[in-house]
């Protein structure tokens, strides 16, 4: 069992910058791969980007490439995701996910076993 606990939300200006955190429990973190999904008010929840169990693979949904980055530290069984040059559609809930594998790249949301509670990110035009 894997409990996952997203922070770093909040409020921010177009163009600005946000870094969230997805902290997990357990100690056999390095075993799963992540991601971080969103859903916006009426709309299906999207992928947003995927990090390989080691760190080595990572991907990006085309509506964030080149503006969001993915990592991690397994040693302190955290997920992060960079937010840089934020838009107004980027205002979603984030959620952050697990799932004990070692396939590089997961970016369908169902494929996922493990889900935090999301955390609130708007940006203001």
């Known amino acids: 069992q894997v409990q996952l606990v997203e922070s770093g939300g909040g409020l921010v200006q177009a163009g600005g910058s946000l870094r969230l955190s997805c902290a997990a429990s357990g100690r056999t973190f390095s075993s799963y791969a992540m991601g971080w999904f969103r859903q916006a008010p009426g709309k299906e929840r999207e992928f947003v980007a995927a990090?390989?169990?080691?760190?080595?693979?990572?991907y990006y949904a085309d509506s964030v490439k080149g503006r969001f980055t993915i990592s991690r530290d397994n040693a302190k069984n955290t997920v992060y995701l960079q937010m840089n040059s934020l838009k107004p559609e980027d205002t979603a809930v984030y959620y952050c996910?697990?799932?004990?594998?070692?396939?590089?790249?997961?970016?369908?949301?169902?494929?996922?076993?493990?889900w935090g509670q999301g955390t609130q990110v708007t940006v203001s035009s």
């Open positions: 996910a697990a799932k004990k594998t070692k396939v590089p790249r997961i970016t369908t949301s169902y494929e996922y076993d493990y």
């Open positions: 990090i390989s169990w080691s760190g080595g693979t990572t």
